[in-house]
């Protein structure tokens, strides 16, 4: 398409839609919390004990909860003060520019079908608790299986989001009732005894070894990644702000959400320090809760959880389908992407962005038959990508503080406001930048056909500058990091036999 051809509104594309009702505070709060708890909190036990003794893990944990806290609160304060603007990638558009709110959204869109794959591999292995054939890793047979279920998801968000929504708020209840009544079997199970057994990891260390943890900052280090893994889906409500009924429950929900998932994941996590020593928890297969229910309760108890995370990974797995599709359509209508990513169908449902996020994750699933630890590689690559968007998202809240008194008055941002997306922002770049390189350095691989659509949508809609000077240097950079990474994975791909993580 040249740049003299016409372009439809957005408001005249979507118009034609029939009038839909918007998704009231409950489901929003499922959004977030069924977004968030997909399969990450039923393995947090064995990633979290691999990683740390319970001394160091809980300070992870503070570090780690004050930080989201700060990114929630930031989230919802931004969804009042600039009431304007929907979702993370808006934000980081309206407040740096329309490349880097391209390297936002696309960013975001890459974390969450990378996040389904990641589901889809765990789906598998929580299926093999009850049928054998699934439980030695990834084969032609599960995969197949990822795929027929991928498209069913499809297919159903494809009916419209706000009825895929109150399914979303179904599924977080009958989820949430197995990991509630495992916190509660831990709690009475709690021995101090087995709790302070090498609680900072100094005899681990002294006799050294593979399961040596290492020194207390390390340990913490080590925690983040997938720490930072369950709360990718929190920023659910913002993402679909516009389609709430009112704009004052995406604040709510945030917060709300976030808090339940912070007490939810630390007791998940820590608790079973006092029933299994780090050492027996680090020999559970994965994913744990199973294994330590069914030592508490009996047989049937692994059971019970395994069946709670299939439910669990099919809510996040479709919230996440959701969120994709969304993603790519406010990049379309922000001129971030080529506009035909924002058509809606009839249900008000956009196929094309689905079809596309459909076939990412299809693709990706295949090349995870080549990866020796599949489920860790996608979820590292799944933080690393959205901690970009989260990242920006918050500095945008401090951008708009900083241009003085009349715009903080203007918007009503308060000092405290600042001070909270400013830490938020240090916490995710400092986290990510030691725990993650690597994976960022992936991403940039994905950015490469991404920059391409970017570049296709800003001449499509005829905008004379595609970039600026320093969005053209950033555009270099990035696809240079690209380029290298992807030599070396292909490297790695032929030359050592796997894909590194």
Known sequence: MSAKTPVPSYDARTTQSPKKTGINLIGLVALVISSSIGSGVFALSTDISAAATPGPAMLAWVITGIGFMALATTFGRLSIVRPDLDGIVSYANAGFGPFVGFVSGWGYWLSIWIGNVAFGVMLVTAIGYFFPPF????????????????????????????????????????????????IVVMIFSFSFDVFTVDFWGTLANNLGGETAPGSTGNQIVNCFMVMMWVFVGMEGASVLGHRAERKSDVSRATVLGCTALVIIYVAASILPYGFLTREELMQLNAPSMPYIFQAAVGPWGGAFISGGLVISIFGAWLSYTILASEAMQIMAEMRLLPHTFAELNTYGAPTKCLLTTGMMIQLLAIIMLFSEAAYQFAYSLCTASIVIAWALAAAFMVEQG??????????????????????????????VVMSGVHQLMLCCIAYIPGIFFYVRARREFGDEKI?????????????????????????????????AV
């Not at 240079?480 to 030359?495: C, D, E, K, P």
């Open 467 to 499: 970039m600026t000077p320093f969005e053209r240097v950033l555009a270099v950079v990035i696809l240079g990091i690209g380029v290298v990474t992807l030599g070396i994975t292909i490297y790695q791909a032929v030359a050592l036999g796997g894909i």
């Open 135 to 182: 439980s030695n890793g990834l084969t032609v047979g599960s995969i197949v299986f990822i795929s027929v279920l991928n498209w069913l998801i499809v297919l159903l968000v494809n009916r419209g989001v706000e009825e895929a929504s109150v399914l979303n708020a179904i599924v977080m209840v009958c989820k949430l009732v197995p990991i509630f009544a495992f």
């Open 402 to 431: 900083s241009k003085g008194p009349e715009a903080r008055q203007k918007f009503g941002i308060t000092t405290s406001d600042m001070v909270r997306a400013a830490f938020a922002v240090i916490f995710l770049v400092v986290a």
